[in-house]
């Protein structure tokens, strides 16, 4: 893979990612969207994983990734399409984390972790989660798709986590975002 392969995959992945996954975060500050903001599931999710972001994040995500396959002539069959599967994937791949953090030692039928908060024995973990789990599944899926192989999905894993954790920074520097 040619170093101008590499940058185009981590352009496709990453650039609709970022811009569609802040957007959604200042339409959640603005409170804007309302009518979306429906959890998935309260029991098994929190409060903070909704249909909003489930719909908006992946529809965003396409019509970048549109925008930008058009701008930059990627040449990408389907662009809409791999957009809104590679959003979807990175919505999905979150939930596994959010459904621990609400069942951790925990009797049946109590709450777990709050939403958008840490748990206080594991907070190195989920950290760590919470900057890897929507990276992993990005990966695996353009992985999946047939788009690269595995050995650049590690390094796109690597690139996309890195990303995250530090506009994740950036974000909270900027207000917002609450918490790393």
Known sequence: MTMNNTFRHILVVLVPLIFSNVI??????????????????????????????????????????????????????????????????????????????????LPAGQGGIKPGEQHNRMKFLFSVMDKTDSSFGVALTYFLLGYIGLRFAICLFLINAFTHALLSQLLVVLGIKKNF
């Open 24 to 105: 959604h975060m200042i339409i959640v500050k603005r409170n804007f969207l309302n009518a979306f903001n429906l959890p998935l599931s309260v029991k098994l999710f929190g409060e903070n994983k909704t249909w909003r972001g489930f719909i908006f994040v992946p529809v965003l995500n396409g019509m970048i990734l549109v925008l930008l396959n058009a701008v930059l002539r990627f040449d990408i069959q389907y662009p809409a399409l791999l957009g809104f599967i590679l959003g979807l994937a990175y919505m999905v791949f979150e939930l596994p984390n959010s459904f621990l953090k609400r069942k951790l030692g």
